[in-house]
């Protein structure tokens, strides 16, 4: 069996299998066999479910025979390490949750994806508790930028990014707290969707920060998006911090094209601090839409602020406990950030929160001038794993604090958002661009995502690796 | 918001309010990241709010 048929579109797989040109068996192997060819290079899964996937295919082939239809038929996928697994010790990308029992439940969104017939794969590579843009990590080891494996995957979803990026599988499920869906996906080539703040259940995944914490799937299509986004959609009793909203089918309107959307460029603080590639690409994308105009997002920059201070005091809340008593076992790199947010005065915290309010307020009326804006996911190209400094604008800065910087303002308001790949001419690497919607309205942000895609504009290619 | 924050000062009080175990070496970067904070958190105090704007909490009796 050929590797091509993995290598294609979740919708190819599934359409496939569902007319009994090849089983969901097939598919299984195929991808067991190439996360065995290439995973040990790549590091993005930190466990391989291998019964599981081909009892989920044996599964999944009689339900065809029996007559079902599964729009996920035999489609394989994997979930960061954070989503819990059945069986699987849920270790949230650190060393102190390898102690805790195997989740007894798999989460909601792994319940929608088998019932649609997904073929669960694995556990994947993340950024220690997802406090994280690198892809780094000091327990598991880094996972690799598929296009280049001495760069980073971008996090804190890193393995969600290089499992896709890699072809390993066609899709993963990430969180997304302050950019850890459109990192990895800036920085691995791919489709991301961080779906608006609420729609989607976070039931029986590990937290990081409640008040900003979505989960959303990974592609090399924005089709592929849709096709999930519409299976993990639906009201869950076991979330309380869901949104009551009805269910909202993007793939019907997926073909529409723009069809009149008013598509503006973020200026100001999304048109600085950024290396040419990420200019480049926002002009590429903003061009192939018809974006001449410029709109302010009022405040980006305390926008940022609010949601750093978010992040890092309702982080350390959650985390108090353990950092009082096993403070060694962190990884260094978010053991001196829960440290600090340990001590953040509640009068911050407070701000912020009042903060994100104003600036919702200030973001529904710029919706009422424009239905897209476009901004860049990330100011620049996966760094070589390790970069601890970038100079942007002349100014030097930390590298992995800033890699964010994009996309923080928009979770803190929690848009809907689908980053999209662009390869530059010539670039070796791709870069992300984030086509934001207003909220509620992800079947904009996936007509516009597929709309590039259509025209060729963006492209998610599995990445060319030995073996 | 304070112009003089002394962040190692605080830092040293917080770790016996907060019982966090606060070792030689790793005092540097705790001390950088509350530095950070506080600046991202200056930002955020010094943008004036009317009084009636309420927080973003998620919550439903």
Not at chain 1, 63 to 89: Q, R
């Amino acid at each position: 069996m050929s590797l091509d048929i993995l290598n294609g579109s979740a919708t190819a797989i599934a359409r496939a299998v569902a007319t009994r040109e090849v089983s969901a068996r097939d598919l299984a192997t195929l991808a067991l066999e190439k996360i065995a060819a290439v995973d040990e290079t790549l590091n993005a899964f930190t466990d391989v479910t291998a019964a599981r996937a081909l009892a989920e295919a044996d599964a999944v082939d009689a339900k065809l025979a029996a007559g079902e239809t599964l729009p996920l038929a035999g489609v394989p996928y994997a979930v960061k390490n954070l989503f819990d697994i059945e069986g699987v010790v849920t270790r949230a990308g650190s060393k102190i949750n390898r102690d805790n029992a195997p989740a007894a439940h798999d989460a909601t969104l792994v319940t929608r994806m088998q019932a649609a017939g997904g073929l669960l794969l694995g556990g994947l590579n993340m950024g220690e508790y997802a406090y994280d843009f690198t892809g780094e990590n000091i327990h598991d080891g880094n996972a690799r930028n598929p296009h280049d494996p001495g760069r980073m995957s971008g996090g804190s979803s890193g393995g969600s990014g290089t499992a896709v990026g890699a072809g390993m599988v066609p899709i993963s499920l990430g969180s997304d707290t302050n950019g850890s869906i459109r990192v990895p996906a800036s920085f691995c080539g791919l489709y991301g969707l961080k779906p608006t703040f609420g729609r989607l259940t976070r039931a029986r995944t590990y937290p990081f920060v409640a008040s900003l914490d979505h989960l959303g799937p990974f592609a090399r299509s924005a089709e592929d998006l849709a096709l999930v986004f519409d299976v993990l959609q639906g009201i869950d009793p076991l979330d309380p911090a869901q949104a009551a909203r009805p269910s909202l089918p993007t793939l019907p309107e997926l073909e529409r094209g723009l069809d009149g959307l008013r598509v503006a460029v973020a200026g100001g603080y999304f048109r600085t601090r950024q290396m040419p590639e990420a200019r480049a690409a926002v002009d590429l994308v903003a061009a192939a839409l018809g974006a001449r105009d410029e709109v302010i997002l009022p405040e980006a920059e305390r926008a940022r602020a609010a949601a750093y201070v978010i992040t890092n005091a309702e982080s350390s809340a959650l985390h108090l406990e353990r950092i009082q008593t096993r403070p060694a076992d962190y990884d260094p790199d978010t053991r001196d950030r829960f440290l600090a947010g340990a001590m953040v005065p509640a009068v911050w915290l407070t701000a912020a929160h009042r903060f994100r309010s104003w600036f919702r307020d200030e973001m529904r009326k710029l919706f009422d001038t424009v239905d897209v804006i476009i901004a860049p996911a990330t100011p620049f190209h996966a760094p070589e794993t390790g970069t601890k400094m970038v100079t942007l604008d002349g100014v030097e800065m930390l590298a992995r604090a800033n890699i964010g910087l994009f996309t923080q303002p928009i979770s803190f308001v929690g848009l809907p958002v689908v980053a999209v790949p662009v390869w530059l001419d010539g670039a070796k690497l791709p870069i992300g661009v984030q086509v934001i919607a207003p909220a509620w309205r992800e079947d904009i942000a996936l007509r516009v995502a597929r709309h590039l895609e259509v025209t060729g504009v963006c492209k998610a290619p599995v990445a060319m690796l030995a073996g | 918001m304070s112009e003089t924050f002394d962040a190692e000062a605080y830092a040293e009080l917080m770790a016996r309010v907060m019982g966090l175990d606060l070792r030689p070496d790793w005092k540097p970067a705790v001390v950088a990241n509350l530095r950070t904070t506080h600046r991202m958190a200056a930002l955020v105090l010094g943008h004036r709010l009317d009084d009636h704007v309420e927080p973003a909490f998620v919550f439903e009796a």
